[in-house]
């Protein structure tokens, strides 16, 4: 990767749907430039997907939930099971395998506080492999990106 491609990602994350004649305005390229280090991008897994970021509140999802969560033993079949699981459920928005007095941090969102009591009957008191969670729950949403700092 060189300078051009890094100004490239950089646009994109601000708008990934910046027209290719403006991103090769910005970097001082040729549009067949751009598109062949784009496709590059795409083909070696920088650019992982090109998403549209949706308001959760506008969709009825009033609820943020930052779960942290042990699970009971150190089984590798059963950490798998549960990280399938994790990666599986639709409310589960961000999935991370922590080191350190957890196992793992989950952001979940839920239409309100009874269908997060809902969630965590399903996901949590129901798998015998997870020893204890403990939630809190997002009051205002201060920064959430995923802009990397280019």
Same mark, same amino acid.
């Not at 990767?1 to 890094?6: A, E, L, R, V």
């Not at 990602?9 to 991103?23: F, M």
């Not at 062949?36 to 920088?46: A, I, M, S």
């Given at each position: 990767?060189?300078? !051009? +491609?890094?100004k490239l990602?950089? /646009?994109?994350?601000?708008?990934?749907?910046?027209? =290719?004649?403006?991103?090769a305005d910005h970097i001082r390229a040729s549009t067949a !430039? /751009?598109?062949?280090?784009?496709? /590059?991008?795409? +083909? +070696?897994? /920088? =650019?992982?997907k090109e998403v549209a970021i949706v308001d959760p509140k506008k969709m009825g999802f009033g609820i943020t939930a930052v779960v942290s969560v042990e699970l009971?033993?150190?089984?590798? +079949?059963?950490?798998?099971a549960f990280k399938r699981k994790a990666r599986q459920d639709r409310q589960v928005m961000n999935f991370y395998c922590v080191a350190g007095d957890v196992d793992f941090v989950m952001i979940v969102v839920a239409k309100d506080i009874e269908d997060y009591e809902t969630f965590t009957h399903r996901f949590f008191f129901a798998d015998k492999t997870v020893r204890k969670f403990r939630t809190s729950i997002v009051i205002s949403t201060e920064k959430a990106t995923l802009e990397l700092p280019i």
């Open positions: 990767m060189d300078k !051009s +491609d890094y990602l950089a /646009v994109l994350q601000q708008n990934a749907r910046t027209p =290719i004649q403006e991103l !430039s /751009v598109q062949r280090r784009l496709k /590059v991008l795409r +083909d +070696d897994g /920088v =650019i992982q009971e033993r150190d089984r590798l +079949d059963l950490t798998n």
